[in-house]
């Protein structure tokens, strides 16, 4: 009950009188979603003034756009989503500078739709795109298994084409959706010689987004006019765990970024980008959005209509008008494949760049993950958003001696959240010394931790 008067006061939900209450459903394509939606349904049917709406066969962010749509007043349907999608997708295309065009070859983007929902949802999207050519492997339709050798969560973690994709995509941009549709990467087939891929995660999917956005703001601080609402400063943040690779922060830093660690989980990403008026959060997995402050869009809209009204400024009022276009493409709710990939297929015709462009933005240092048993994964206290322990005692002062015998070293351990393991991260200037220190601060948990130490 305290948890729940805690939300009430923080999220300003007035409790006066009955009020009618209005619950989302929606499930995705699992035979076990009938039945689960059908018991969600008597759940709420029971509470008084609470009344389901079933939204169909939706992704996870589908749903929360939907919810965040209602709360708004806005049209919420699955075609409003996919209406305002590829309006704002196409306001972004029209807006494109001259001379910016890629190759050919870069104009075909292939996509693992993970065998699920996510996929199903990009075949019918996609007739809704005109001008973007998209093959869609994976869909689900062929009886493929949910995330089995297919997925972004397999091809960020084992660096591994997809099934379905090898040799006949030498050069190709190809992008990985996961089953909820909520977590994207991007990669391309290198040689034909293998299966190994050249990756290109969340966090540089976050420097994309990064780069386009402050070339915007720049473009919009531009001296044009000299009414007083163009003196707006809006405060662009970054939001990153410590998984993120320290070769992704230290080129954000490097852009003159403002960079913030939270501890990791989509929870503590969301709640801190709030202070922000333009928040950019992503995890290397491919999770993440860009939220705007109402007060900002608020100023980008009389801004925009500034521009318009005078001969002076026409590339600032464009720089807004993607701002907005921004504003309205991207899940403000929630990571979402689907307004993701769309966000990075524009912002590449922008710039004019191949995914072998994108890649080279900077290069990932070697990392190594590892997990060990533990017997109590509780007596690991941390702090400084997971990078630190404080508890148990000696365990960071040995942490960091083996840090600093590997050039660019870093590493830190953190609990699990569903198993008694300590989750073990580092990272080094080369693979082998990536994963000598992983290693040697596994031994190191052992030591401390483990079965052993009890």
Known sequence: ??????????????????????????????????????????????????????????????????????????????????????????????????????????????????????????????????????????????????????????????????SGFGSQDVGLRCASLDGDADR????????????????????????????????????????????????????????????????????????????????????????KAAEYDIRIYFEANGHGTIIFSESFLCWLEARYQECSSVSKGPEQQKAALRLLAVSKLINQAVGDALSGLLLVEAILQHMGWSIQRWSELYKDLPSRQLKVKVVDRTAVITANAETMVVRPLGIQEAINAETAKYPRGRSFIRPSGTEDVIRVYAEASTQEAADSLANSVARLVDQFLGFGSS
């Open 1 to 162: 009950m305290e948890l729940i008067t805690e939300f009430v006061e923080k999220e300003n939900i007035s409790l006066e009188g009955v009020r009618r209450a209005e619950i989302l459903l929606g499930r995705d394509t699992r035979p076990s979603g009938e039945s689960l939606l059908e018991a969600a349904k008597q759940g709420i049917s029971s509470i008084l003034g609470a009344v389901a709406i079933d939204m169909g066969i939706v992704t996870t962010p589908q749903l929360h756009w939907m919810v965040r749509a209602r709360n708004k007043a806005i049209k919420a349907s699955e075609l409003d989503y996919f209406e305002q999608l590829s309006s704002s997708f196409r306001c972004l295309i029209d807006l494109i500078p001259s001379g910016s065009k890629i190759s050919d070859v870069d104009e075909k983007l292939v996509v693992d739709g993970a065998n699920r929902v996510g996929g199903e949802k990009l075949e019918v999207f996609r007739k809704m795109l005109d001008g973007m050519v998209v093959e869609i492997r994976n869909s689900g339709k062929d009886g493929g298994v949910l995330n089995e050798g297919v997925g972004a969560d397999y091809v960020q973690k084992e660096k591994f084409a997809p």
């Open 184 to 271: 994207l990467v991007y990669f391309s087939v290198p040689s034909k010689s293998c299966n190994n891929i050249d990756l290109v995660d969340g966090d540089k999917i976050l420097s994309l987004f990064a780069i386009f956005i402050k070339e915007q703001l720049n473009t919009l601080s531009m001296q044009g006019t000299k009414n007083t609402s163009s003196s707006y400063h809006a405060r662009l943040g970054v939001v990153q765990t410590a998984y993120a690779n320290g070769a992704s922060t230290d080129y954000l830093k490097k852009l003159g970024l403002e960079v913030v660690f939270t501890p990791t989980g989509v929870k503590y990403l969301h709640e």
